[in-house]
């Protein structure tokens, strides 16, 4: 009660609706020996749940350490949240609308596998029959938690934490799941039309970073905009370091096997967020700024985010590419939008809805069926233009769709409850006057 605050407008029978649903819906569940099952990718995806899953508490120290003092226990809550939020939804009727039976190709029916049911006894999904069904899901929760998550940091000192979780259900309703499934299920828009995504590009970091654009924008400027001075620097490393590692499950894990490709896709990976920290740090060098650690961290970010929907497509020359270009244009974007005064705090649209844009374009540039035969079209580069075409309608779409529910979500949970905190509540921190907790 006490954590929905007193003035808010959010239902508080959560728990018992929750106990009612599991009583009168949940079924014994019957699990199943398959003999196809491969206990080397079973292991591997195991690990890479847990991999995936270590970047969101690596999340929370990347922001934490990028904000003011005071607002560094409530950065990192709105973080560490998600995993308990998106985790509830996502057993109850999430998976479904991701992988449900598709309905029109944009969401999934949400009754499919409701409240986790025929989740452990179903057979293996035809993306990944090496691994049990119910390891798959799992393996997708993860991704749907870090990726409101990820918004955090365009709002961040100045955003009401229970307006924050309401606005995180809907967004996981109506904008990751619809686009998730677009991507992802054999029957969405967006797979049927072409569109290459191998870990999550359009599906978290275009989704993420656009929102928090759109979410910066509604929020106008907070009251010290001008002032910005990072908590704790090696925070920011920490959990730099915490994301690195994970997204060795984020992008190898996307193979669903103990396999070649993942291999590839962990190459990809690691030289992608190499030359992307590489060549931020070239690009501040040569305006005369000296080499920083947040640079460092930041570069290394978008390369990651850049190699993303590459990497299990692409060359591992290529993805030095890719990580470079990204860093470069996500740096000029940055430095845009400090002129521009748009108050994105930690830079969010630049690294993620940016560096996704980036990686999204030139997965349809590099991308090559050595690599992987699931590549019908080869990328530009190899001298067929299609595969680019593709992913150029794919995100303008996708882009279009994301604005239009990211307004419509943040002026529903502004009417229900006001995002915003007070000028005083946010001059006095809102570690204390959202948490009554303190550094």
């Given at each position: 009660?006490?954590?929905?605050g007193?003035?808010?407008?959010?239902p508080?029978?959560?728990?018992?609706?929750?106990?009612?649903?599991?009583?009168?819906?949940?079924?014994?569940?019957?699990?199943?020996?398959?003999?196809?099952?491969?206990?080397?990718?079973?292991?591997?995806?195991?690990?890479?749940?847990?991999l995936?899953?270590i970047?969101?508490?690596?999340?929370?120290?990347?922001?934490?350490?990028?904000?003011?003092?005071?607002?560094?226990?409530?950065?990192?809550?709105?973080?560490?949240?998600?995993?308990?939020?998106?985790?509830?939804?996502?057993?109850?009727?999430g998976?479904?609308?991701?992988?449900?039976?598709?309905?029109?190709?944009?969401?999934?029916?949400?009754?499919?596998?409701?409240?986790f049911?025929?989740?452990?006894?179903?057979?293996?999904?035809?993306?990944?029959?090496?691994?049990?069904?119910?390891?798959?899901?799992?393996?997708?929760?993860?991704?749907?938690?870090?990726?409101?998550?990820?918004?955090?940091?365009?709002?961040?000192?100045?955003?009401?934490?229970?307006?924050?979780?309401?606005?995180i259900?809907?967004?996981?309703?109506?904008?990751?799941?619809?686009?998730?499934?677009?991507?992802?299920?054999?029957?969405?828009?967006?797979?049927?039309?072409?569109?290459?995504?191998?870990?999550?590009?359009?599906?978290?970091?275009?989704?993420?970073?656009?929102?928090?654009?759109?979410?910066?924008?509604?929020?106008?400027?907070?009251?010290?905009?001008?002032?910005?001075?990072?908590?704790?620097?090696?925070?920011?490393?920490?959990?730099?370091?915490?994301?690195?590692?994970?997204?060795?499950g984020?992008?190898?894990?996307?193979?669903?096997?103990?396999?070649?490709?993942?291999?590839?896709?962990?190459?990809?990976?690691?030289?992608?967020?190499?030359?992307?920290?590489?060549?931020?740090?070239?690009?501040?060098?040569?305006?005369?700024?000296?080499?920083?650690?947040?640079?460092?961290?930041?570069?290394?970010?978008?390369?990651?985010?850049?190699?993303?929907?590459?990497?299990?497509?692409?060359t591992?020359?290529?993805?030095?590419v890719?990580?470079a270009?990204?860093a470069?244009?996500?740096?000029?974007?940055?430095?845009?939008?400090?002129?521009?005064?748009?108050d994105?705090?930690?830079?969010?649209?630049?690294?993620?809805?940016?560096?996704?844009?980036?990686?999204?374009?030139?997965?349809?540039?590099?991308?090559?069926?050595?690599?992987?035969?699931?590549?019908?079209?080869q990328?530009?580069?190899?001298?067929e233009?299609?595969?680019?075409?593709?992913?150029?309608?794919?995100?303008?779409?996708?882009t279009?769709?994301?604005?239009?529910?990211?307004?419509l979500?943040?002026?529903?949970?502004?009417?229900?409850?006001?995002?915003?905190?007070?000028d005083?509540?946010?001059?006095?921190?809102?570690?204390?006057?959202?948490?009554?907790?303190?550094?």
């Amino acid at each position: 009660m006490y954590l929905l605050g007193e003035k808010s407008k959010v239902p508080i029978f959560f728990m018992g609706f929750l106990v009612f649903m599991s009583l009168f819906f949940v079924k014994e569940p019957i699990v199943t020996q398959d003999a196809a099952l491969n206990a080397a990718d079973v292991s591997w995806m195991l690990t890479s749940s847990a991999l995936v899953l270590i970047m969101t508490p690596g999340l929370a120290f990347f922001y934490g350490g990028m904000v003011k003092k005071k607002n560094v226990i409530s950065t990192m809550l709105q973080s560490f949240i998600c995993m308990a939020v998106v985790a509830v939804l996502w057993i109850v009727f999430g998976f479904s609308l991701v992988f449900g039976e598709s309905v029109g190709g944009f969401i999934g029916n949400p009754m499919t596998y409701f409240m986790f049911n025929n989740v452990l006894e179903g057979q293996p999904w035809e993306g990944a029959p090496t691994i049990p069904f119910a390891l798959f899901a799992i393996y997708q929760l993860k991704f749907a938690i870090i990726t409101p998550a990820l918004i955090t940091g365009a709002f961040s000192e100045r955003i009401r934490f229970t307006s924050y979780v309401l606005f995180i259900c809907l967004f996981f309703i109506f904008i990751y799941s619809p686009l998730a499934h677009a991507t992802w299920h054999p029957d969405g828009i967006l797979m049927k039309m072409g569109v290459l995504d191998f870990a999550g590009g359009t599906v978290v970091h275009m989704s993420a970073g656009i929102t928090a654009l759109v979410a910066a924008l509604y929020l106008r400027k907070g009251v010290e905009t001008h002032i910005h001075h990072p908590a704790r620097i090696t925070y920011v490393l920490l959990g730099t370091g915490l994301l690195w590692f994970g997204w060795i499950g984020f992008n190898a894990g996307s193979a669903f096997s103990a396999s070649e490709l993942a291999v590839t896709a962990l190459i990809t990976t690691s030289t992608a967020s190499g030359a992307g920290a590489l060549t931020y740090i070239f690009f501040d060098a040569a305006k005369g700024v000296k080499p920083s650690a947040m640079g460092c961290c930041i570069g290394a970010v978008i390369g990651l985010v850049a190699i993303t929907p590459a990497a299990g497509f692409v060359t591992a020359g290529h993805s030095l590419v890719i990580g470079a270009v990204a860093a470069l244009i996500s740096r000029t974007v940055i430095t845009w939008r400090t002129r521009s005064g748009i108050d994105d705090t930690l830079d969010v649209f630049p690294s993620h809805g940016v560096g996704g844009m980036v990686g999204m374009l030139l997965t349809g540039v590099f991308a090559s069926q050595s690599i992987n035969p699931a590549v019908t079209e080869q990328g530009l580069f190899f001298g067929e233009s299609s595969l680019f075409v593709t992913h150029l309608v794919g995100l303008i779409g996708a882009t279009v769709f994301i604005v239009i529910m990211a307004i419509l979500l943040l002026k529903i949970t502004d009417l229900i409850t006001p995002l915003r905190v007070t000028d005083a509540d946010q001059d006095r921190g809102l570690d204390l006057s959202q948490h009554d907790e303190c550094l």
